[in-house]
């Protein structure tokens, strides 16, 4: 993974996380993955902070 995200990286793409849950639990497994080290944290969306989840009845 690291390598594919270096490469495209390398190339202009950027990532973006969205991810469910609460905001303590999911950074732990970004910060465990390693992943703020690779992908801004700006890029981080998780659902606590977006006032969601899933599954949402609205859809």
Known sequence: ????IEYFSSIG???FILINGTKKTQLGKL???GLDKKIS???FFIS???G???PDKKY
Not at 1 to 4: F, I, K
Request: charged fraction near 20%; charge should be negative.
């Open 52 to 54: 969601t989840a899933k």
């Open 31 to 33: 910060y465990t993955l």
């Open 41 to 43: 944290s700006d890029y």
């Open 48 to 50: 606590e902070q977006l």
């Open 13 to 15: 793409m950027a990532f």
């Open 1 to 4: 993974m690291e390598q594919l």
